[in-house]
């Protein structure tokens, strides 16, 4: 018998509860409720559930951005809120935001310096990050004028800029075209072959099938089922016969043979269809073949080649390697020092009257004794009206000066 070790635990929590409360400290909801959870290296894991079940609560306590209110949970063996666990983790939001006014590769090259990459390795990545998402020829386009689907497409790549060693995907093919959507599942299936692991949430159920080889129904805040996706869709009453194409001879008597055994049981005899999702991806590769150059997504080249490699590339990957402190450029530093050195303006406070700091309030002695009569408080005003125009013109001439 073969002692095949067991692969490690990436995600185990334990009893996981979590409860909001309202202002006054008292319980609102309870979004998990005892919830167990094991993700083991490899997995591709597949968290299912309705709406407000509890599955982004759990993501977040798995991100360590909440805590959980009883219970544990552990991420690569270690506390979420790790800044090492962090670094070996990829996230992909269901509602992706990038700062509008930035291209696809000036975001991709900003997250690579929060990452700690180095500027040659980054650039290396994104050169093969941008075509395998299908938005090599978006150019100069800012993000803020993609589509949401591109926008998907842009944080799956940012999601994997770091080759993490988990990946968490909220939603990965939501608002995809069928072309991206494939795309998206091949690289899902490619990283999970290379034994990366993989949690992502769905609704797209026939996605989930596809992809995951373990999956976890939330229900109220508590799993309600939890197993291989093949267990627990195995139909063990029925019995299901691929062969290849046989004369109609064959055909009749493995009918009679089988209604022999059962009389009662249905019988079938049919031939397997091809999925829509197949029949649209041949039409569309065969019209992108003789298509030029478009401003939208295109077919994607393929997974990039430090994501497929099954070595890694360099130090950045390695397990100790901690991201160095990103220092400010020197034009940034010169212009600080000019700013603090150059004498800054006097500001028009001339006729500005004093705070009375004991009573909060200002003085205004010519106003005080302008209410003597209504002809001496309209001069007071115009007076008034006539030293505040001086001093904002003494002000504007000094600065032209």
Known sequence: MNNIPMPR????????????????????????????ILVREGMIFGLLGPNGAGKSTLIKVILGHLYPSSGAIEVLGRSPRDVEVKSRIGYMSERPSFYPTLSAN????????????????????????????????????????????????????????????LLLLDEPTAGLDPLGCREVKDLIMTLGRRGKTVLMTSHLLADMQDLCDTIMIVY??????????????????????????QPKDSLDR????????????????????????????????????????????KIGSGVAEYLSS???????????????????DDKFDNAKEKAQAEP??????????PVDLQTDSIKKPELQDSRKSPKAREAATASEASAVDEALLSSLTRKEK
């Open 220 to 245: 109220a805040g508590k799993a309600q089922a939890y197993g291989s996706i093949k267990e627990l869709l195995a139909k063990k009453d029925e019995i299901l016969i691929r062969t290849a194409p």
């Open 9 to 36: 635990p990436m995600i185990e929590g334990r009893n996981v509860c979590k409860i909001f409360k309202d202002f006054w400290g008292r319980p609102k909801v309870s979004a998990l409720k005892g919830l167990d």
């Open 254 to 297: 493995i009918e009679l043979i089988a209604r022999e055994a059962a009389p009662s049981a249905p019988f079938e005899i049919s031939h397997p269809s091809r999925t829509l999702e197949d029949y649209f991806l041949s039409v569309v590769k065969g019209a992108s073949e003789n298509a030029g150059s478009i401003g939208g997504a």
């Open 106 to 165: 000036e975001t991709l090259m900003f997250f690579s310096r929060l990452l700690g990459i180095p500027g040659s390795e980054a650039k290396r990545r994104i050169a093969q990050l941008l075509p395998m998402v299908g938005l090599n020829e978006t150019g100069t386009r800012s993000v803020g004028e993609f589509s949401y689907g591109m926008k998907k497409r842009l944080a799956l790549a940012q999601s994997l800029l770091n080759d993490p060693d």
């Open 344 to 353: 800054k303006a006097p500001l028009a406070t001339e006729n500005v009257p």
């Open 310 to 328: 099954s070595t890694k590339l360099d130090a950045f990957e390695h397990e100790d390697f901690k991201a160095p402190p990103i220092k400010a």
